[in-house]
């Protein structure tokens, strides 16, 4: 059999459904779709279990808030900045060995940092876990897309981020009863012997196809948008703790500003930029992408602010706290495949909106109901909420845009799409912890991330109520714009394939 390019492939005639090469390239596909879902359940799983172990972790060190922060966000940072060279990577060495690789390099990431003798040691580790997190994350969704017939691609993208939705369901749950059984160690060591299965079933199932050409990477690209996006989260990070005026707020500030035109140019000038802008001029697909920033804003870090919310406010274990953060990911396991099979009648564009006003309005049942006193099934039914809006907007928004790519360009877009998606998780995150914090004394902010505040005084109690109100405010504001970029996504067909075939 002749190797065929991946992105090629996009344009050759598609088998008639019914026929013996449809059924075949469909069985393939779900074989790719398992692959591509054991790389995703292992980063689900592997984040979700640190959002709510976070605080044993914290307490083992004895990290400061600083350092507690950047055990969560070094990865995140990394991951972001590499996404989109993995992807033209991977268009260039050929997909199947990038995604390979970043399942060895993710499980020894995994295996060593259980070993860290110090808080830095284990952010050294988190950051080798992103680079191999990032060589499988910028090629799963290209796979699924490849290999997906287009009248199955809906169901298969379903799945596929419904198995985020499992990995997030276990992940807490699996967190919890580590930390207060096991030990803090295996948060890290219980993703070597899934990484491992992955690594196998990877190099038995897929099939190898052709790199692209040989063309240069661009690094001075990658390395503006990884100073950047640290710029950026040492502003976010340090704003609650030291004030908007202070000179390191005001410098990464500065510097993130001054850089985003920087990048622009640069990338325009590049003969193979990290990111073609040139791309992303077609009106759908700028907002589509708006819209997964908003999305992703708003959502990333819920599951960890409600952990927080319940070991620092309510003084609860780590295992009550997992059980009480599950209905996210069980409405976002529901919606997901639900959505996906909706996509059949109903259009990405329609999923995308109804999903980021289930969003917004879980996010508003929460800032209505901060208290610590608050029925836990009210809290339940805005967790809820938001998981069924995630899980709906993740499969319209991923199936509109990668069903809407130009020819060639699937390894680029989707990892300028990915970056996109996970630009607005980091400064989620970021964001997220600086105005929760804020309005607690500076001293007792490192008893928030240690989950021990509420042993404090019911003052120091209300202070964190008053930072989980703004917070929720902030996200309810951002999940509202997402429905609004989602509204201003739409395009009609015509205008589109015109639009890709002129590039």
Known sequence: MVSIPQDLSDSLPQAPPGSPEYASKLRYAWRVCSVTSLGLVLIG???????????????????DAFASGWILLAFLLVNTATLVFFGRVADLLGRREV???????????????????????????????????????????????DAFPPDRLSQGMGVYIGTLSVAQLAGPTLGGLVADTAGWQWIFWVNVPPGLVALVWGAFTLRRVAPGPREPVDALGNLIVFVLLSAALVTLSEAGSRGLSSPVVIVGAAVSAALIPVLVVVERRASHPVLNVRL????????????????????????????????AARGVDAVTAALGVLPVPIAMAVASPVAGSLGRRVSPYALSIGGSLLSASGLGVLFLNTDPATPYWIIGVGLFLCGCGSGTFLTGNTTQVMAALPAGSLGLVNGFRLMIMNVGIVLSVALTLSVLTSSVDP?????????????????????????????????????????????????????????????
């Open 45 to 63: 799983v592997s984040g979700s279990t640190l959002n709510v172990a976070l605080p044993a972790v914290v307490r083992h060190f004895h990290a």
């Open 99 to 145: 995604y390979l690789a970043g399942f060895a390099l993710f499980t020894a990431g995994s295996l060593l940092a259980g070993f860290s003798p110090g808080v830095w040691f284990l952010i050294a580790m988190r950051v080798v876990q992103a680079v191999g997190a990032a060589m499988i994350l910028a090629n799963g969704t290209v796979m699924i897309t």
């Open 280 to 311: 992303f001029g077609e009106r759908m697909l700028a907002f589509a992408n708006l819209a997964s920033f908003c999305n992703a804003l708003a959502r990333a870090a819920l599951i960890l602010l409600i952990a927080l919310y319940f070991q």
């Open 443 to 503: 001293g007792l902010r490192g008893q928030v991330y240690a989950g021990t505040l509420s042993r404090m005084s019911p003052v120091a109690v209300e202070q964190l109520m008053g930072g989980f109100r703004k917070t929720y405010a902030v996200l309810f504001a951002v999940a509202l714009a997402g429905a609004l970029m989602s509204a201003l996504a739409r395009v009609h067909r015509a205008s589109l394939n015109r639009d890709s075939t002129s590039r």
